[in-house]
Nanobody, 123 residues
Framework: VKLVESGGGSVQAGGSLRLSCVVSGHTSGVNAMAWFRQAPGKEREGVAAIYTATGSAYYADSVKGRFTISQDNLKNTVYLQMNSLKPEDTAMYYC?????????????????WGQGTQVTVSS
């Protein structure tokens, strides 16, 4: 599975960005897609995830009501719409794919990762 993210950038607090993750390769073993982020000196954390068959979405408490994960199966793309961005959302954002067993937002459940896209929110 190959994942390529795009859409990161620099915005002011309160602004919006939409991240995209194009998926290619052998995806038959994948039933979930997720977005993670990692800020300098911090652990990688799950932001949002979606079960590809049902569209059921899950979010970290810190982004609920502000971020939305979605998918376009025709384009093999997963999106992360980020609204009302805050400086604490600043991080490298990664797309991931796998079939999580225990926790859909646990990075240890994912084996396929993109290269990341930087999001910087200024106050």
């Amino acid at each position: 599975v190959k994942l390529v993210e795009s859409g990161g950038g620099s915005v002011q607090a309160g602004g919006s960005l939409r991240l995209s993750c194009v998926v290619s390769g052998h995806t038959s073993g994948v039933n979930a897609m997720a977005w993670f982020r990692q800020a300098p000196g911090k652990e990688r954390e799950g932001v949002a995830a979606i079960y590809t068959a049902t569209g059921s979405a899950y979010y970290a408490d810190s982004v609920k009501g502000r971020f939305t994960i979605s998918q376009d199966n025709l384009k093999n793309t997963v999106y992360l719409q980020m609204n009302s961005l805050k400086p604490e959302d600043t991080a490298m954002y990664y797309c991931a794919a796998d079939s999580p067993v225990i926790s859909i937002l646990d990075p240890d459940e994912y084996s396929a990762w993109g290269q990341g896209t930087q999001v910087t929110v200024s106050s």
